[in-house]
């Protein structure tokens, strides 16, 4: 729980089958206003699917001038090189949940 906007997000990924195949939907609330602070879809689970879900999120929403702490799975995307740099270069502390706890 946070006492703020902006000081608490977590994301996840969620498949959403359709007639032409899967969908895969990156979303990122804050934990504050349990509103969605970014997303992203794509046909693919590519880093880029949570990298672009990060973007839309920092293009609406600023970081607490408190910190803001990021928390995900320990999912490849989240845990890749490319998405730990972006988190570092915005000032945001990386979360992640116990190996093998989802």
Known sequence: MTTEPDRGWVADITYIP?????LYLAV???????RVAGWSMAEHLRTDLVLTALDAALGQRLPSLTGLIFHSDRGSQYASGDYQTA????????????????
């Open 87 to 102: 988190l570092q270069k915005a000032g945001i502390t990386c979360s992640m949940s116990r190996r093998a706890n989802c």
């Open 18 to 22: 359709t007639a032409q195949g899967w």
């Open 28 to 34: 990122i609330i804050d934990l504050f206003s349990r």
